[in-house]
């Protein structure tokens, strides 16, 4: 069934229409949302107990971006700015244009940009995320900081840009549809403007990881299958014990339910990469490029040994029996940025992966920084961690609980 906006719009009205045209409860909340539809067309529902776009099954877009507030806001202003946030993310989930919509009144700028509309809703997802920087002297947060909420430490093979790192907020739209994810990223820039500055932006093509059994597995721009392992949505325990914050004592109340999102800008030197032989590539991955079954193996979800796998290899090194049992929730993007100063392209993964503790990543990017084989093709440049707060309840805002 085609379902776009203005569809929506001319079967009058709100949410609830809107839900039952995608035939979704609208307030059924997005991940686990198992029973929802999941692809073009479709609605995945803004409320819930987890934030959607962390166990929602990867979209193939992604438009993400990072923001400072600018000098001068007051944590009022912030807590209006994340009302109106919400609002605008619970709208454009349910594939309506924002306020008036796009064509209001001659003398004003119209509520809404107007670029999505004759799209579908597009499974569109919007995920908010608090920096470390948030928590400093200026809102009054300083108390409420999680103990894990540090600026990443210098990891080995670091080659990072400041300037397309970090950020006090983050948003993670991610959509079937490149248009309708850049536009929601687009309206909450324009709803924040004057609060809030665009730090630096990210655009992804193509998912590079599964977050459902449903999927198949997408191939990252290595030509590798990539996700094959990852934690799925429909492993709650995993969920549990991995990537939602939980009740202990030291994870802070108003964080029960979110998680902790790291984004890593990863540049590929595909020149390099495409001058390297099948089995050095396989060796290096410690897959067959393929089938994506282990070394040695025949099918891509046999059970992986790393001990048999070399010792450099990304699987190998990366598997939760050489970490302790470490585990995280991949859910990143592929992008391609045009050329580099040196005309090489400026292409590779956008990592984006969710975690109950940042101590997940930092053992796993401190063991692979130092010796994964892939570190000859790739080059890590941005980087950023962000407390995601819980779902949030309808008529609730984003970090309802914080401020
Ligand atoms: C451009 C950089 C990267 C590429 C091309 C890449 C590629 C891959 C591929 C092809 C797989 C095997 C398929 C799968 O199980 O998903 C994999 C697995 C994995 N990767 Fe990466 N990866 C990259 C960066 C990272 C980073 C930075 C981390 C974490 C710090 C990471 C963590 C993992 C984990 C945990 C697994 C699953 C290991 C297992 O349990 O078997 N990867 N990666």
Same mark, same amino acid.
């Given at each position: ?129 608090? +920096? ?210 040196? +005309? ?60």
């Amino acid at each position: 069934m085609a379902l776009t906006r203005r569809a929506l719009l001319a079967s009058s009205g709100a949410a609830a229409a809107v839900a039952a045209a995608a035939g979704v409860g609208y307030a059924a909340g997005q991940e686990g949302d198992d029973a929802a539809p999941h692809g073009d067309g479709h609605i995945v529902g803004f409320h819930g107990e987890h934030q959607a776009g962390i166990a929602t099954p990867a979209q193939d877009r992604l438009h993400f971006a990072a923001f400072d507030v600018t000098d001068g806001t007051k944590a009022s202003d912030l807590r209006d700015l994340l009302k109106e946030w919400t609002a605008a993310s619970v709208t454009m989930a349910g594939g309506q244009p924002i306020g008036s919509g796009a064509a209001a009144s001659q003398i004003a700028p119209p509520d809404d940009t107007g670029e999505a509309l004759d799209l579908t809703p597009a499974n569109l997802t919007v995920t908010f995320g608090f +920096g470390p920087a948030l928590f400093d002297d200026r809102f009054g947060l300083a108390a409420q900081k999680p103990a894990a909420l540090s600026a990443l430490p210098d990891l080995p093979g670091d080659a990072l840009d400041r300037d397309r790192s970090d950020g006090d907020l983050c948003v993670q739209a991610c959509a079937n549809d490149p248009q309708v994810a850049f536009h929601a990223v687009r309206n909450l820039a324009r709803i924040g403007r004057g609060l809030v500055t665009v730090r630096w932006s990210q655009l992804g093509f193509g998912r590079t990881s599964t977050t459902s059994r449903a999927q198949a597995t997408p191939r990252n721009l290595m030509g590798f299958k990539d996700g094959t392992a990852n934690i799925k949505l429909e492993d709650a325990k995993a969920l549990a014990d991995h990537v939602w914050v939980g009740d202990r004592s030291d994870e802070p109340a108003w964080l029960r339910g979110g998680s902790y999102l790291v984004a890593r800008r990863i540049r590929m030197l595909i020149e390099v990469w495409d001058r390297a032989a099948l089995g050095d590539q396989e060796q290096t991955i410690g897959r067959t490029k393929v089938i994506g079954a282990p070394l040695g193996g025949t099918d891509e979800f046999q059970t992986l040994k790393p001990k048999t796998l070399p010792v450099d290899s990304h699987v190998r090194l990366a598997h939760p029996e050489i970490n302790d049992g470490t585990k995280i929730l991949r859910r990143g993007y592929s992008f391609t940025d045009g050329l580099e100063s040196l +005309g090489e392209l400026d292409a590779g993964l956008f990592f984006l992966a969710y975690m109950r503790d940042p101590e997940a990543f930092i053992t796993l990017q401190n063991r692979l920084g130092a010796h994964d084989a892939l570190n000859e093709y790739i080059k890590h440049v941005g980087s950023g961690l962000w407390a995601v707060p819980p779902g949030i309840k309808p008529g609730g805002y984003v970090g309802d609980q914080l401020l």
